[in-house]
Structure formats: C-alpha cells, structure tokens
C-alpha cells in the first residue's frame, strides 16, 4: 500500500515530466516556425527587385562615395564573413587610397573565398607590385 504522501510525490513528478515534454513540444514548433517564417523572408527578400550587393558596391565606388562604401562592406564583413564581394571593394578602396599592402590581403581573401574571380586576381596583383 502506498503512503498518501508518496501518492502525492508521485503525482508531482509525473506532472513535471508531462510539464517538461509538453513546453519541450512547444518550444519545437516554435522553433520550426520562425525557421519557416526566416525562410520566407528571404525568399521575399531574392524575389525584390533590388541591386545586388555587388552592384550597390560598385555603384558607391563609381559616385566616389567611398565613406558609404565602407561602411557597408565592414558592416557586411563582420555579418557574412564569407563574403568575396565585401573584400574586393574593400581592398578596392584601400587601393585607391595607397594602402597596398592592406588591399593585397583583402584581394587575397576575395580570390581565396571565389578563386576563379580574376578581377581579384588582377587586382591582387596590382597591390603586391605596388
């Protein structure tokens, strides 16, 4: 025969555990749904008919908005770091301003991430003649 205070005890982990699975299910499907929904964002997002970030970078680079430029290509090298075109602007602008050395290593990354760009190439070689 079991104790009333064991019924109880037994009772209080049996809801904990229902407790436990049910907000564990939750937590799931919440998860799932903003997995869902981030998709459909970008799904939208591709869809827009917006610049590529390339053309935006070569358009900043065309108008001498060098400031803007850089500023966007830091921001979208810390937030994608695998990012080929953010590097060769970047070292677009360091070679306009005589920064070889340091347009070289972000030439370098950009051929690294994309090797078959050879406008990156080019332009790394360009800086490490310099």
Known sequence: MISGESKKLTIAIWALTITIIVSTLIESSILLVISDTFDEVEKIEKSLDLPSLPTQYEEHYLKNEIEILRSKVNTRISTHPNDEYAYYYLGRIQYKEGSFEKA?????????LDPTWERASEYMELSENR
Request: hydrophobic share 35%.
């Open 104 to 112: 070289y290593l972000n030439f370098k990354k950009a051929t690294e």
